[in-house]
């Protein structure tokens, strides 16, 4: 081999060397480190099990935007103090943005006025929580009272009576939703009666039972106005299945896999939900924008659905209800 032969191959082997380095190793091109944002997610609730899809939707959003989130639940139900104590300890923690479901708007509020945490929120639900919100996914739960109400209505007969059951109209959504749904009765003529659960543990038994005993010969029905009133509901009517046979309708607010297994036992005849994925994605989406954007607001607004057994396995809500893993 000639002495220009072995400077060529020589010179390919540098060149094939620097060119496996550039493209296997950092020690040439430095790659971009990719920032990873801690958001924290405080929910309304004592644990997680309504939030399932939800969970869903932010962990996919979380993949693809690099947000490491955590979540936190109360200890005790309602417990609005609370919420904010929890509030408070994530930001310490190192949380760089927050999601809130609130408990009571009017305290975080007032709380998010007082401290100027200077981080973003995304706040979920119907309540306004003020200036230094930046991102509210907004859900209308007065409208979702109103479709409740105009679905039941169309199936209800004229002299029925329809039992209002809540757990506590001051927490959460639930005064809209009571709202939307009378203004439909009222409207149509249709009696109501408010039972509103508080310290009365067995309130939502009693008054079933009255409305179904064999003496009676009152038409009744009962349209629950949040998620733990219409799975409360549910689990009553499963204990008998006298119950649901003495009822002119079963509907409410919510949903979960064991309210639509409920629905398609044919205990529940209709019920007002939400992208509940969708919901979590958009979550944690905002979030990041919003670090990346000081001083963002947007507001984002929920669809609505109303679901059956009849139509609850149609394609359009199939993603919906049964989102994958």
């Known amino acids: 081999m000639s002495v220009k032969e072995k400077i060529l191959w020589s010179l390919a082997a540098v060149i ?21 944002h801690p958001i924290s997610i405080i929910l309304d609730d004592v644990n997680d099990e309504y939030y399932q899809n939800f969970k869903k939707g932010v962990d996919q959003a979380a993949k693809e935007y690099h947000g490491d989130t955590s979540y936190t639940t109360l200890y005790r ?14 930001i310490e923690d190192g949380a760089e943005a927050v999601v809130a479901v609130p408990v009571k708007g009017s305290q975080l509020e007032q709380a998010l006025g007082e401290k100027k945490y200077g981080i973003p929120f995304v706040v979920f639900g119907s309540q306004v929580v003020g200036d230094e919100v ?18 039941a209505v169309k199936e209800l007969p004229e002299d029925v009576v ?12 639930s005064r809209l939703v009571y709202e939307g749904v009378t203004r439909v009765l009222q409207e149509a003529g249709v009696e109501y009666v408010l039972k509103e659960k508080k310290e009365d543990e067995g309130l939502f038994r009693t008054t079933v039972e009255a409305a179904v005993y064999p003496a009676t010969t009152e038409r ?43 629905m398609d036992a044919g205990l529940i005849d209709g019920l007002v939900t939400y992208n509940q994925y969708l919901a979590g994605y958009l979550s ?33 809500y199939e993603k919906m209800l049964y989102p994958m893993e």
């Not at 496996?20 to 020690?27: E, G, I, K, R, V």
């Not at 930046?134 to 679905?151: C, F, K, P, T, Y």
């Not at 329809?162 to 959504?173: I, P, R, S, T, V």
Request: overall charge negative; aromatic content about 8%.
């Open 16 to 36: 094939l060397a620097f060119l496996y380095l550039a493209s296997s190793t950092d020690l040439i091109i430095k790659e971009k480190a990719v920032k990873i």
């Open 134 to 151: 930046n991102v509210h996914i907004e859900l209308d739960s007065r409208e979702a009272g109103q479709l409740l109400g105009e679905e």
């Open 162 to 173: 329809c039992y209002l059951f809540a757990q506590d109209l001051e927490l959460g959504d």
């Open 220 to 262: 009744a029905a009962v349209i629950a106005l949040d998620r733990k009133s219409l799975s409360e509901t549910a689990d009553i009517l499963k204990t008998n299945s006298s119950y649901r046979n003495h009822l002119w309708g079963v509907y409410g607010i919510g949903c979960t896999t064991s309210l639509l297994n409920s």
């Open 77 to 90: 139900q309602g417990a609005a103090a609370e919420q904010i104590e929890l509030i408070n300890r994530e």
């Open 284 to 316: 944690v989406q905002k979030a990041v924008e919003a670090i990346s954007l000081p001083g963002w607001k947007e507001t984002v607004s929920m669809e609505l659905y109303y679901i059956t057994r009849e139509n609850m396995r149609d394609k359009r």
